[in-house]
């Protein structure tokens, strides 16, 4: 598993890295927070690069916040003793989605502020949980040398 984790963090460090790199030797430290904004041409490549970042962020937004949707749902039909229903789905999600919209709209250092949780939360879902959880799964003897690794 070690060896399988360093290999994705070579190709990922091997796609950024030269971006971000280049990127500096490029605009030094006059770039923004968003790169598309200090860009001026070509103007069909800022284009295309913002219609991708729209897909990702529709995407991602979808697979990040489905566990706080269920959740929702799942309190409002237990506690809440509301029928399940797809009205009842539909309603939740656009209250979520309205909500992270105006949180998103309101602090106008929010970028800088993902940026923070989004370091923030690096160490732990990358390197602590995923040896948290194989201890979980595969049991090794206690003080073990696969249990010392992980």
């Known amino acids: 598993m070690w060896k399988d984790v360093w290999i994705a963090y070579m190709i990922v460090a091997f796609c950024y890295l030269p971006v971000a790199f280049i990127g500096y030797w490029v605009f030094g430290n006059g770039v923004d927070d968003n790169i ?3 860009l001026h041409r070509p103007t069909w490549l800022i284009a295309a690069a913002n219609i991708f970042v729209v897909v990702h962020v529709i995407g991602s937004y979808q697979c990040l916040c489905n566990a706080s949707i ?3 749902e799942t309190y409002a039909v ?7 229903s797809t009205p009842l789905r539909v309603i939740l999600r656009m209250i979520f989605v309205a909500f992270t919209l105006f949180v998103g709209l309101t602090f106008p250092f929010f970028g800088g ?4 949780f989004g370091g923030f939360a690096l160490v732990p879902t990358s390197y602590y949980l995923p040896c948290i959880i194989w201890l979980i799964l595969k049991k090794p003897k ?4 696969s249990w010392s690794i992980n």
């Open 36 to 38: 598309l904004l200090t």
């Open 70 to 72: 269920y959740m929702i």
């Open 78 to 84: 237990k506690s809440l003793k509301y029928k399940p």
């Open 113 to 116: 502020l993902m940026g923070f």
């Open 142 to 145: 206690r003080f073990g040398l």
